[in-house]
């Protein structure tokens, strides 16, 4: 019978060394968990032949060293084994993204999964996640784990991982000079590859975030519009009603109203409304956008902003209106902190809800009990309502839908639409188009009703487009240089009443001269401000769509 002492001594004759150890799990992590990158370089043009060879080569080598040189600095006995299993998971899950829906990992993509709800994560679990996560987290993990590694004394390790430092880092120039003038080219010219080194991506973004704080005075809140007044009334006006609705992930172009071949607007379609198509989005997700479009800075200033600002909802407020903020989504980003707020996440209805998730007709339930439920002398000076949707969101569009809804068949009932055929996935959207036109439909119903006493205007903006399979790529939220426009072309409609027609002297015949403009959000904060005839010192005429519209035919 084998003693313990020897089973002992055989375990470290065959244990391995730390620095082995490290150098094949940073190889395995650069080839098979970084299928999405290589991938992306074999569709290159640039990339063929023995030349593209030797590049693609290059890259793994320079990818291997720079892991290498990270576990340098982790290979310290006991702490190299939970250092790399964190590595292989965070691979897995970015592997899995990444070659599911032709995302890429970034810092705007880290703030989504950070603001993401219960609900919205579970829609992105299915079968083909564990499979990743089995094959490249658990496997490798599992046979790190089997694996003895030789305990060194100190200096031993001290020496073995400044070694395994250098030699990296020197490879990796090595590397980089040998292909540099196609590395410089490439990285110049695709720049979307960086967000795909997996899991350095991850890393990086999430360093990224972790430094904002630090980047921008997140504690201080500046005052945006507190000079904000209302234009001096008639006394035959009636106060003005102002429904905001804020989109989810829709598409300017699947709208029948904009020239889509398929009719997925019936109901806007009969309404005297002026849909504009030549809007361009903040960015290419609703933690980026709906900031942006409900700030006075515009994008460029938003984006490299030292400061927080109070919003567009924030200057409704202290030109005396009763603002009130309704949310079927995961929340306003901030900008409805300061004014009412009503949330349908804990809403029970027998047809509107269900599975913890509400469609978007519960927003007009009980409406006008909410709207009474305002400060009166506030209602007496004017109303605004905001109304974010659930809208498009993916990647379950099916959900996001009542059954007599779903015109367009087959759709697709998956959550991981690479499974769906294009046509499919197209359905499943357009469904959602549909839906959210019958839901504006029923917002515009409602608005007739109060124009007894108000006059009333709705404007229907999205925060975002998506990605419907293009190019096998899906969902949204690539950064802004290299996203496709579908995820940044967004639709933009407005409708008034005659009596908000009258007025304002806003004429709509005008504004539909206008539906080509090249526009983004930009425009939004201002137009908003012009809807409601607000003066105030950060309202820019130039960017108010309707100025030059008022008293025009």
């Known amino acids: 019978m084998t003693s313990k002492s020897q089973r002992s001594q055989t375990s470290k004759s065959n244990a ?24 992306q370089i074999h569709q290159l043009p640039e990339v063929n032949g023995l030349r593209g060879l030797a590049f693609s080569v290059g890259f793994a080598v320079i990818i291997t060293g720079a892991l290498t040189t990270i576990l340098s600095f982790f290979n310290w006995g006991k702490l190299l084994k939970p250092v790399l299993t964190v590595f292989f998971f965070s691979a897995a899950s970015g592997a899995y993204f990444m070659m599911s829906y032709g995302i890429v990992i970034d810092s705007t993509m880290i703030t989504n999964v950070i603001q993401t709800d219960t609900k919205e994560a579970l829609d992105l679990l299915n079968w083909r996640m564990l499979i990743s996560f089995g094959l490249l987290g658990i496997l490798p993990s599992w046979v790190l784990w089997k694996t003895p590694i030789k305990s060194l004394r100190f200096g031993q390790q001290l020496l073995a991982n400044l070694l395994m430092a250098v030699l990296s880092m020197a490879v990796i120039v090595g590397a980089l000079l040998a292909v540099f003038q196609d590395f410089s080219s490439i990285m110049r010219n695709h720049t979307q590859l960086r967000y795909l080194i997996n899991p350095l991506n991850s890393y990086y973004a999430i360093g990224m975030v972790a430094a904002k704080p630090f980047q921008q005075d997140n504690k201080t809140l500046l005052p945006v519009g507190q000079d904000a007044k209302l234009a001096t009334a008639k006394a035959s006006d009636k106060p003005p009603m102002l429904l905001l609705v804020l989109g989810e992930t829709a598409r300017m172009g699947n709208f029948g109203l904009n020239g889509y071949e398929r009719n997925t607007t019936p109901e806007l379609s009969k309404e005297n409304v002026v849909s504009l198509r030549g809007v361009m989005s903040c960015g290419t997700s609703t933690a980026t956008s709906v900031p942006c479009m409900f700030s006075h800075l515009g994008k460029e200033a938003f984006e490299s902003r030292k400061n927080n600002y109070e919003s567009l909802i924030d200057v409704f407020h202290h030109a005396g209106l009763a603002v009130l903020w309704i949310d079927n989504q995961s929340g306003c980003k901030g900008v409805c902190e300061r004014v009412p707020q009503a949330l349908t996440k804990e809403l029970k209805h027998p047809t509107l809800c269900k599975g913890g998730e509400c469609f978007d ?58 499974e769906c055929s294009r046509e499919q996935v197209v359905n499943s959207f357009d469904n959602t188009i549909l839906y959210t036109d019958h839901f504006l439909g029923q917002a515009i119903q409602w608005l007739k009703k109060s124009d007894k006493t108000h006059a009333a205007a709705m404007l229907y903006v999205s925060d975002h487009g998506e990605s419907l399979g293009e190019n096998n790529i899906y969902l949204h939220g690539l950064p802004y240089r290299v996203a496709p426009d579908v995820q940044k072309r967004v639709p933009w409609i407005t409708w008034l009443s005659p ?55």
């Open 16 to 39: 391995w060394h730390p620095v082995w150890v490290a150098l094949l799990g940073s190889l395995w992590l650069a080839s098979a968990s970084n299928y999405a990158l290589w991938e």
């Open 361 to 418: 007709e519960i927003m007009l339930h009980q409406l006008d009990e909410r709207i009474q439920a305002l400060p009166a002398d506030r209602r007496a000076k004017g109303v605004v309502v905001v109304m974010h949707q659930m809208g498009s969101h993916g990647p379950a569009y099916y959900k996001r839908v009542p059954d007599n809804f779903k015109k367009f068949q087959p759709e697709c009932k998956s959550n991981a639409l690479q």
């Open 499 to 553: 009596n908000f027609e009258k007025q304002t002297g806003l004429n709509s015949e005008c504004l539909k001269k206008k539906i080509n403009m090249p526009l983004t959000h930009d425009n939004y904060f201002h137009s908003a401000l012009g809807l409601m005839g607000i003066s105030t010192e950060v309202y820019q005429a130039p960017l108010d769509v309707h100025a030059d519209c008022r008293g025009k035919l």
